[in-house]
């Protein structure tokens, strides 16, 4: 809860970070990764799932705050790394936060939680895009009216093709030369 409150309200790859904030990070990961972090993981899938018991094999455990640690450490090493893209430590750390979201990110609630970072954010510096071009999406993207249940447009062309039935003569002619007909072969055993 302590390491929570000192992130700033919106964690992405272009804010400065507090040298204490990115040492808590760092010693928290620290602890996690002295313990079994595979089923603690796991452990929070089951509770996500309601699984009995799995809220006392947490012990503590959030997820979430680690996937923000992670992301503690791979920003301020972006940051202040003065190499050329990621540094390796970073990309390994926003690699590791990812992973423990889990395959196809099951485990990814974190657009949705109060936590200040976002998955797409990370996917983006691992990558080397612009976060805000991929936030932006996030925000302005809409889907388009024919994959929308309702859209007019897609009911007023369905209509219009119902009612006006296919003008004769059809688009469809026979093949002036025929290849092959399918060939099924089978074969029989026959006891004797």
Request: net charge negative; charged share 25%; glycine share 6%.
């Given at each position: 809860a302590i390491f929570k409150e000192a992130l700033p309200v919106r964690l992405t790859p272009d804010i400065r970070l507090d040298n204490r904030l990115v040492s808590e990070a760092a010693d928290l990961l620290g602890s996690i990764e002295e313990e079994a972090l595979a089923?603690?993981?796991?452990?929070?899938?089951?509770?996500?799932?309601?699984?009995?018991?799995?809220?006392?094999?947490?012990?503590?455990f959030c997820l979430f705050g680690v996937v923000a640690a992670y992301a503690t450490v791979a920003f301020h090493l972006?940051?202040?790394g003065g190499e050329e893209g990621?540094?390796?430590?970073?990309?390994?750390?926003?690699?590791r936060a990812l992973m423990i979201l889990a395959k196809k990110n099951v485990n990814d609630f974190l657009e949705s939680s109060a936590w200040p970072v976002r998955s797409m954010d990370l996917v983006a510096e691992l990558e080397l895009q612009d976060y805000r071009m991929v936030r932006g999406l996030?925000?302005?993207?809409?889907?388009?009216?024919?994959?929308?249940?309702?859209?007019p447009e897609t009911l007023r062309r369905a209509e219009?093709?119902?009612?006006n039935p296919p003008e004769l003569p059809l688009d469809a002619a026979w093949p002036s030369r025929l290849v092959a007909v399918g060939l099924h072969t089978t074969s029989t055993d026959r006891k004797s």
């Amino acid at each position: 809860a302590i390491f929570k409150e000192a992130l700033p309200v919106r964690l992405t790859p272009d804010i400065r970070l507090d040298n204490r904030l990115v040492s808590e990070a760092a010693d928290l990961l620290g602890s996690i990764e002295e313990e079994a972090l595979a089923e603690k993981v796991s452990a929070f899938s089951a509770r996500l799932r309601g699984e009995p018991g799995a809220a006392e094999a947490l012990g503590g455990f959030c997820l979430f705050g680690v996937v923000a640690a992670y992301a503690t450490v791979a920003f301020h090493l972006t940051q202040t790394g003065g190499e050329e893209g990621m540094s390796p430590t970073a990309k390994s750390s926003i690699a590791r936060a990812l992973m423990i979201l889990a395959k196809k990110n099951v485990n990814d609630f974190l657009e949705s939680s109060a936590w200040p970072v976002r998955s797409m954010d990370l996917v983006a510096e691992l990558e080397l895009q612009d976060y805000r071009m991929v936030r932006g999406l996030q925000s302005d993207f809409h889907l388009p009216c024919y994959l929308t249940l309702g859209c007019p447009e897609t009911l007023r062309r369905a209509e219009a093709i119902a009612l006006n039935p296919p003008e004769l003569p059809l688009d469809a002619a026979w093949p002036s030369r025929l290849v092959a007909v399918g060939l099924h072969t089978t074969s029989t055993d026959r006891k004797s």
